[in-house]
């Protein structure tokens, strides 16, 4: 499990004490210098600055612009940068800083003309402590300006470490890529991470359909279309406001969820067979599903979410009450719902589990610089250890999810495989035909000798730009 929702806050005030550049400078250095394994979701810090700093309105998205986009081509931006370099000089981090926020601009974005960045970048060097470095700046930022057009294309890599630094990821992550996937798709994954995610919401079916907030907000000047997959699913095309803001966001007609994230709720039953069924989301987080799962069970059904982060559920609580939904039941309290669960067993349980989330780098590029490879194998024992729980409170004949924002094989397939063998009771169910259907490609009956059906889009076939999820549904129940 992930967070899913990509809404970026706004401050209420509107003064404008800082520009953008400046802020996200700010940002960045503050970001960089925390250990890996233990930085701030990049996000979570960019809303406290917001707090602190705030921008005016027609900044704020330039500034989420910067921040993630230094943070997703950040070790091609350092390569950049050292090749112009007298001897790989090491520079003070706040200018470091500077930099890559200037670099970024001149190599990605032409919002700004470039001697305007190189200008600000060298008055902001100037106002610092290490005002020395206005001249480095300005030498460094004019001759990148003049040899841009000399780029190596990604498909020229001849390495895994060449890949990792054009695409800007760890060694490890793009080596282990080559090593198990081939040169190839290795490529096309790195490069997939690079690209920029959809903007998905989900509509809330209690109060409307997909045809009915299409109209509305084709009606207000943004262009949406339906998702391939999901039936209840909108994509927004070229929107740069805030989500938020809108009347019918406010008001809980939809919610924001990605496509892939959508389906993992729809893969057990069919979706008239869900209504009435008493529902346990196991790892809720924000509530992306569980709130969805409330809209699939209907008023006579329940869904329980459970999450061990209360921050989160207060979080859940509040999406629950804009949406409108009151089947909810929310605890943190590991020992009540055992209790739940051992009188009246879950009909179906969903364990959308911690992970190392390496399948929504595009929407959180700050990942692959907080993860190291031995993440994987210990996000794999927890993954274990939650199925194995979790999976005790199902009823008998009952149904379990398993999904993850990851496809590395230790966290999918290998904990699946693990999870069946040890468990006699437990088999795969196969995905039900109106979801499998229109899942197409995307729903494989078989994989690395895991037969059943699973959820697995890919880069190379997910033209939709769904996220890397994998998902699949297991049946049998516990031996109550």
Same mark, same amino acid.
């Given at each position: 499990m992930f967070l899913e929702i990509s809404v970026y806050p706004l401050p209420n005030k509107t003064i404008n004490p800082i520009s953008p550049r400046e802020l996200a400078a700010k940002l960045l250095q503050k970001w960089d210098e925390q250990p890996c394994g233990k930085k701030t979701p990049i996000e979570d810090i960019g809303a406290n600055y917001l707090r602190q700093y705030p921008l005016k309105e027609n900044d704020i998205h330039f500034f989420w612009e910067l921040i993630f986009g230094v943070a997703r081509h950040l070790r091609l931006l350092d =390569?950049?940068?050292?090749?112009?370099?007298?001897?790989?000089?090491?520079?003070?981090? @706040?200018?470091?800083?500077?930099?890559?926020?200037?670099?970024?601009?001149?190599?990605?974005?032409?919002?700004?003309?470039?001697?305007?960045?190189?200008?600000?970048?060298?008055?902001?060097?100037?106002?610092?402590?290490?005002?020395?470095?206005?001249?480095?700046?300005?030498?460094?930022?004019?001759?990148?300006?003049?040899?841009?057009?000399?780029?190596?294309?990604?498909?020229?890599?001849?390495?895994?470490?060449?890949?990792?630094? &054009?695409?800007?990821?760890?060694?490890?992550?793009?080596?282990?890529?080559?090593?198990?996937?081939?040169?190839?798709?290795?490529?096309?994954?790195? =490069?997939?991470?690079?690209?920029?995610?959809?903007?998905?919401? *989900?509509?809330?079916?209690?109060?409307?359909?997909?045809?009915?907030?299409?109209?509305?907000?084709?009606?207000?000047?943004?262009?949406?279309?339906?998702?391939?997959?999901?039936?209840?699913?909108?994509?927004?095309?070229?929107?740069?406001?805030?989500?938020?803001?809108?009347?019918?966001?406010?008001?809980?007609?939809?919610?924001?969820?990605?496509?892939?994230?959508?389906?993992?709720? &729809?893969?057990?039953?069919?979706?008239?067979? &869900?209504?009435?069924?008493?529902?346990?989301?196991?790892?809720?987080?924000?509530?992306?599903?569980?709130?969805?799962?409330?809209?699939?069970?209907?008023? @006579?059904?329940?869904?329980?979410?459970?999450? =061990?982060?209360?921050? *989160?559920?207060?979080?859940?609580?509040?999406?629950?009450?804009?949406?409108?939904?009151?089947?909810?039941?929310?605890?943190?309290?590991?020992?009540?719902?055992?209790?739940i669960g051992a009188t009246q067993p879950f009909d179906l349980v969903l364990v959308d589990a911690p992970c190392s989330g390496l399948g929504v780098i595009r929407r959180h590029p700050d990942i692959k610089w907080n993860r190291t490879s031995g993440d994987i194998a210990r996000f794999a024992s927890q993954q274990a250890e939650l199925l194995s729980n979790f999976s005790e409170l199902t009823a008998k004949e009952g149904r379990l999810i398993y999904s993850v924002c990851t496809q590395e094989p230790e966290e999918t397939t290998e904990t699946i495989r693990n999870f069946i063998l040890q468990r006699t009771n437990w088999t795969f169910a196969r995905f039900p035909e109106e979801i499998k259907g229109r899942l197409e490609q995307h729903a494989r009956s078989e994989l690395t000798g895991v037969t059943g059906d699973i959820f697995l889009p890919l880069p190379q076939d997910n033209e939709n730009g769904m996220d890397l999820f994998f998902a699949c549904c297991l049946k049998g129940g516990s031996k109550k």
């Amino acid at each position: 499990m992930f967070l899913e929702i990509s809404v970026y806050p706004l401050p209420n005030k509107t003064i404008n004490p800082i520009s953008p550049r400046e802020l996200a400078a700010k940002l960045l250095q503050k970001w960089d210098e925390q250990p890996c394994g233990k930085k701030t979701p990049i996000e979570d810090i960019g809303a406290n600055y917001l707090r602190q700093y705030p921008l005016k309105e027609n900044d704020i998205h330039f500034f989420w612009e910067l921040i993630f986009g230094v943070a997703r081509h950040l070790r091609l931006l350092d =390569t950049e940068i050292q090749k112009r370099l007298a001897q790989n000089k090491r520079l003070p981090p @706040e200018i470091m800083s500077t930099l890559r926020v200037a670099a970024y601009q001149i190599l990605f974005l032409s919002r700004t003309p470039d001697y305007a960045v190189v200008n600000e970048a060298v008055q902001l060097s100037k106002n610092s402590r290490h005002s020395w470095a206005k001249d480095l700046c300005n030498a460094v930022l004019r001759r990148l300006i003049r040899e841009k057009s000399s780029w190596s294309h990604v498909q020229d890599c001849k390495s895994p470490h060449q890949l990792a630094i &054009m695409t800007s990821h760890p060694d490890w992550m793009v080596e282990r890529w080559w090593q198990t996937l081939g040169k190839e798709a290795a490529t096309k994954c790195s =490069t997939w991470n690079n690209t920029r995610a959809p903007l998905t919401l *989900r509509v809330n079916t209690t109060k409307t359909d997909v045809a009915e907030a299409i109209s509305w907000l084709d009606s207000h000047g943004i262009k949406a279309t339906a998702t391939r997959y999901s039936h209840v699913g909108i994509n927004l095309e070229g929107f740069s406001g805030s989500i938020t803001r809108l009347d019918w966001f406010q008001t809980g007609m939809f919610q924001v969820q990605d496509e892939a994230s959508q389906i993992v709720s &729809m893969l057990a039953y069919k979706e008239k067979d &869900m209504r009435g069924m008493k529902v346990l989301d196991a790892c809720a987080g924000l509530g992306g599903k569980t709130t969805h799962l409330s809209q699939l069970v209907g008023k @006579e059904g329940c869904v329980t979410a459970f999450d =061990t982060n209360k921050q *989160r559920l207060k979080l859940l609580q509040e999406n629950a009450k804009r949406l409108g939904l009151q089947n909810i039941t929310i605890t943190h309290d590991k020992k009540q719902l055992v209790d739940i669960g051992a009188t009246q067993p879950f009909d179906l349980v969903l364990v959308d589990a911690p992970c190392s989330g390496l399948g929504v780098i595009r929407r959180h590029p700050d990942i692959k610089w907080n993860r190291t490879s031995g993440d994987i194998a210990r996000f794999a024992s927890q993954q274990a250890e939650l199925l194995s729980n979790f999976s005790e409170l199902t009823a008998k004949e009952g149904r379990l999810i398993y999904s993850v924002c990851t496809q590395e094989p230790e966290e999918t397939t290998e904990t699946i495989r693990n999870f069946i063998l040890q468990r006699t009771n437990w088999t795969f169910a196969r995905f039900p035909e109106e979801i499998k259907g229109r899942l197409e490609q995307h729903a494989r009956s078989e994989l690395t000798g895991v037969t059943g059906d699973i959820f697995l889009p890919l880069p190379q076939d997910n033209e939709n730009g769904m996220d890397l999820f994998f998902a699949c549904c297991l049946k049998g129940g516990s031996k109550k």
